[in-house]
């Protein structure tokens, strides 16, 4: 695995950032747990915050926890050290589990996406134009 930060992550959590690593043989990346509940919640001790949510969560009979996997990531001390780490549908999984007003838009993107989604599966047309929408704004094709 490679590290690498992704500009776009951080851009949605305000510019603070947010470790990710490439997993080119499962071809997606990995998140660091610690750094989204820090960024959402603004906890002075955001590993005991995600220590006590994973509990939570637990109780409730999500899966989220068991899905973490410990990666090695540059600590801010410079050293490498193990973190729980999530792909990218973990990480919107767990952003759906604090309770935050810094987690409201992403939640609220996440519904958007759902109910987009979904009303192109009755109306696959609708997925058709997005898509061509979206080549066009990349000026793929014209």
């Known amino acids: 695995m490679a590290n690498n930060k992704l500009e776009t992550i951080s ?32 906890s002075k001790e955001p590993r005991k915050y995600w220590s006590v949510l994973k509990n939570r969560l637990k109780k409730e009979g999500s899966e989220l926890t068991t899905k973490c996997s410990q990666l090695k990531m540059m600590a801010p001390d410079g050293k490498i050290r193990m973190r729980d780490a999530l792909d990218t549908q973990g990480i919107l999984r767990l952003i759906e589990s604090i309770p935050s007003p810094k987690a409201e838009p992403f939640k609220l993107w996440l519904a958007q996406m759902g109910k987009e989604r ?25």
């Open 11 to 42: 851009n949605l959590f305000e510019g603070k950032e947010i470790r990710s690593i490439w997993d080119a043989e499962k071809e997606e990346y990995y998140f660091s747990v610690v750094d989204v509940v820090s960024a959402l919640t603004d």
């Open 118 to 142: 979904i009303d192109e599966v009755f109306d696959p047309e609708i997925a058709m134009s997005r898509a061509i929408d979206y080549y066009r704004n990349k000026r793929i094709f014209r």
